[in-house]
């Protein structure tokens, strides 16, 4: 056996030696709130609209003056080209009755131009109704035709301005041969149907730009009213704050807070179920654990204490951290004995490294400054904490042992 002292230096050698404390069980490291989430109704959908906000006073520009002059045809236009069809002295004195009775029509194709039996094909795009007639007298001549004709537009198609956003009815309305100004085309799309007109804003888009009338401005001036529009406008009618709009998404805001915190109420009291379940597991499996500690059923590590001690035993080497010679000392063994222990003679045995051995670590703790080094000095399983008698202790002892023997040899001599 070897004997090492125990100091500031040689504690590191002490010390070095590997080894890990148990670590208790992972249930004893849980917590109940991880349980689970939030529960809900998850993401809520994006409101129907924006909240909005009332404008500042809507801005006035006009499109410039424009001026449609005479119709020319177009494209999907269709003529109605009505010839005499003569047989005889009754039919001529009855002209018009006979022209009547042969009206054809024809649609403008998207060439410009109109198929008419023992003509041809004819251009008439880009002409106005008095310049096609004058073509198709020409036609006529040249086929050696009776150039007896009258030409009109059945249907007017080239030519549309559309009309659509806060109206009654959202429609197309054809440029005829007289013009189409904003009032009349407002009217045939059934008037203005927002129910707040201070912010409603009647935008006209025309050649790549946009020109803005207020409501008010409109309804105010005659010559806005009659702004003519030209083929190929869009008039829109927008209002910049919407009343209805503004109350439905508020009401829309409410309700879903109202079901937020419904389904916040129902999360929370789902947590709390699920909290108690888990905290009555963890509170059984660690109940558990802990009866098999007491019935010995689980592997701890221990170190003896013997010797000169307050109580002599074991003590069991703690979970998840290392224990120093002072804790074995004065946690359970109770300190060294103050009438018979040896405060010089302190002693931790421990088997060498290969089992070749025992070290004897020694602890002179009459100098109150080494009790420090009690404090640093690791304990490893199976350590066995040793604290000497004193010499007086010893020979008290041993005379405890002789004296009755003593009597007794004596007692028997005396009866003789």
């Known amino acids: 056996m070897t004997v090492a002292p125990i100091t500031a230096i040689s504690i590191s050698t002490a010390n070095s030696s590997s080894y890990r404390p148990k670590t208790l069980p992972a249930m004893f490291s849980q917590t109940t709130g991880g349980a689970g989430g939030m529960r809900g109704a998850g993401a809520l959908p994006d409101p129907a609209h924006l909240p909005e906000t009332r404008p500042n006073a809507l801005a006035t520009r006009l499109p410039p003056p424009y001026d449609n002059g005479t119709y020319k045809i177009g494209a999907g236009d269709v003529l109605l080209l009505a010839t005499p069809q003569v047989s005889g002295t009754v039919e001529q004195l009855s002209g018009l009755l006979a022209a009547q009775s042969r009206r054809q029509g024809y649609t403008v194709q998207d060439d410009g131009m109109i198929a008419i039996p023992d003509i041809g094909r004819v251009e008439l795009a880009g002409l106005t109704l008095e310049e096609a007639e004058a073509v198709l007298f020409r036609h006529l001549v040249e086929n050696q035709i009776d150039p007896s004709f009258s030409l009109e537009i059945a249907e007017f198609n080239s030519q549309r301005v559309a009309l659509g956003g806060a109206v009654r009815k959202p429609t197309v309305v054809p440029i005829t041969l007289t013009p189409l100004h904003l009032d009349e085309a407002l009217t045939a799309a059934g008037g203005i149907g927002a129910t707040d007109q201070d912010y409603v804003s009647i935008r006209i888009y025309r050649d790549g730009k946009i020109y803005q009338i207020p409501l008010k401005a409109y309804l105010a001036d005659a010559k806005i009213q009659k702004i003519m529009l030209k083929a190929g406008d869009s008039v829109f009618v927008d209002t910049e704050f919407d009343v209805a709009k503004a109350q439905a998404y508020f009401e829309e805001q409410i309700r879903l807070s109202e079901f937020r915190q419904k389904s916040r109420q129902l999360a929370l009291t789902q947590l709390n179920t699920e909290v108690a379940l888990r905290r009555a597991e963890l509170d059984e499996a660690r109940s558990n654990y802990q009866a098999r500690v007491d019935l010995g059923a689980v592997e701890r590590d221990y170190v003896y204490l013997s010797g000169e001690v307050g109580s002599q035993g074991r003590y069991t080497l703690p979970f998840g951290h290392k224990a120093s010679l002072a804790d074995a000392l004065f946690d359970t063994a109770g300190g060294v004995r103050g009438e018979t222990g040896n405060i010089a003679e302190v002693y931790v045995l421990r088997a060498s490294a ?37 010499p007086v202790t010893r020979w008290g002892r041993v005379v405890q042992q002789i004296t009755p023997s003593l009597i007794t040899t004596a007692v028997g001599i005396a009866a003789r």
């Open 354 to 390: 290969g089992e070749t051995g025992i070290t004897a670590w020694h602890l002179d703790a009459r100098n109150a400054a080494n009790l420090v080094l009690a404090t640093r000095f690791e304990l490893r399983p199976n350590d066995v904490v040793f604290v000497a008698e004193q």
